[in-house]
């Protein structure tokens, strides 16, 4: 079976996203012939012909909070899967932020490419939702976005769970349990309470989650000058558990990480 995580951008902050020393395109969860894009910031269109993926092919459109790192292609990203609505398919899941706003948040989906979806699914803490074989929880995040998600994926072969931009809560670090475990990481070190994990706060998530891979992405600039590998190491010291950081393009077969047991 087609199993593939490919990172369409690993960028973080303001600076590192308009410098483009990283893209910010999100990236592709891939099982079977089912293509969910997570998260369709700048660049998605671009990174995705870079990479060699056909958003075409995308079943569905996973968004975890209402800021321009992580929906500003929505709309674009729905017109490339439903040929601007000619073919109209897809399902879109998001938080509710990004679908109706808040005082502070204008909504990024427009009535128009909603329209051109078979479904558009807001979902809440807890709450469950599938795209054909994949079954998808909404799990709590602390972040400025009062409605921003995690989700945790589980297809037939492996699970993945995306941490978004959240802040640490001890609390949620149990939902995490799942073969593949990617974290938005934009601080190194330690002590940063901005809504944003730091590389210890990290470590404490691994280590109480028990991935068989973490994968720290979304970085910042000072994470890119003290070097991503560096800090993926130091998680995997302290956590005991493999970790890696991802790079624009990145490639990963989470089928090699699955223990083959359902995750609840």
């Known amino acids: 079976m087609r ?17 483009q020393l990283r893209s910010c395109g999100g990236l592709l969860i891939t099982s079977g012939d089912t293509q969910i894009h997570v998260d369709p910031g700048p660049g998605s269109l671009i990174m995705a012909k870079a990479c060699n993926q056909n958003l075409r092919l995308n079943t569905g459109i996973l968004v975890t909070h209402n800021h321009l790192k992580h929906c500003n292609d929505v709309n674009q ?3 490339a899967m439903t040929h601007a609505g000619l073919d109209k398919n897809g399902v879109l899941i998001s938080n509710k932020t990004l679908v109706e706003g808040t005082e502070d948040l204008a909504p990024y989906l427009t009535d128009f490419h909603r329209s051109c979806l078979e479904r558009s699914i807001i979902l809440e803490p807890s709450r469950k939702a599938g795209i054909n074989e994949i079954d998808i929880q909404a799990i709590a995040a602390r972040h400025s976005d009062p409605n921003a998600l995690s989700y945790k994926l589980i297809a037939p072969n492996f699970s993945v769970c995306i941490t978004g931009d959240t802040g640490l809560d001890e609390d949620l670090a149990r939902f995490y349990n799942a073969d593949v475990l990617i974290l938005n990481v934009q601080h190194p070190g330690e002590n940063h309470h901005d809504g944003h994990l730091c590389t210890e706060e ?17 970085f910042g600039t000072k994470m890119l000058n003290t070097d991503p590998g560096f800090e993926a190491k130091v998680i995997q010291q302290r956590s005991r558990i493999k970790t890696i950081a991802a790079a624009d393009g990145l490639m990963v077969n989470p089928i090699s990480f699955s223990t083959g047991k359902p995750i609840i």
């Open 77 to 79: 990203v729905i017109e």
């Open 3 to 19: 199993a593939n995580i490919v990172f369409l951008g690993t960028g973080g902050d303001a600076h590192v996203v308009g410098q």
């Open 202 to 218: 990290a470590a404490q998530i691994v280590k109480a989650a028990k991935p068989k891979l973490a994968i720290i992405t979304h």
